[in-house]
């Protein structure tokens, strides 16, 4: 591997990292449930974008590569989207979406 490559994947891993645990901890002493402000939303919904943004990525040479991915890219995407949407979870989404699209690309591609 390429030592710029593997630099670059540690920075990246880095601030990802810092960019979820400094507001948790610099924030951990003031405990205002009742209001979440822009940063509180902000925050919940950066699971759900990290990994629409991880499935764009890895799926778009794919998909380009292979249109019969298409549709069960669609697929995950639509039922990551409404499973997250229903359980403001990012566990059980994921799961669900990895399923769905091993289901619908099985289903699919079968002769």
């Known amino acids: 591997m390429r030592e710029d490559v593997l ?10 990292y810092l960019f979820r645990y400094l507001p948790l901890r610099l924030h951990a002493g003031q405990s ?3 209001k ?3 940063a509180g939303v902000l925050l919940d ?9 991880l ?6 040479p794919e998909v ?5 991915r298409l549709l069960p890219t ?5 039922v990551l ?10 566990i059980i989404p994921t799961l669900l979406s990895a399923l769905a699209y091993g289901i619908a690309w099985k289903l699919l591609t079968v002769p």
């Open 7 to 16: 630099l670059l994947g540690l920075l990246v891993g880095g601030v990802n």
């Open 32 to 34: 205002r449930p009742g």
């Open 36 to 38: 979440r402000g822009v």
């Open 45 to 53: 919904t950066i699971g759900i974008a990290s990994i629409c943004a």
């Open 55 to 60: 499935l764009v990525v890895s799926t778009a």
């Open 64 to 68: 380009i590569h292979d249109s019969r």
């Open 74 to 78: 669609i697929i995950g995407f639509a």
């Open 81 to 90: 989207g409404l499973s997250f949407w229903k359980t403001r979870s990012i």
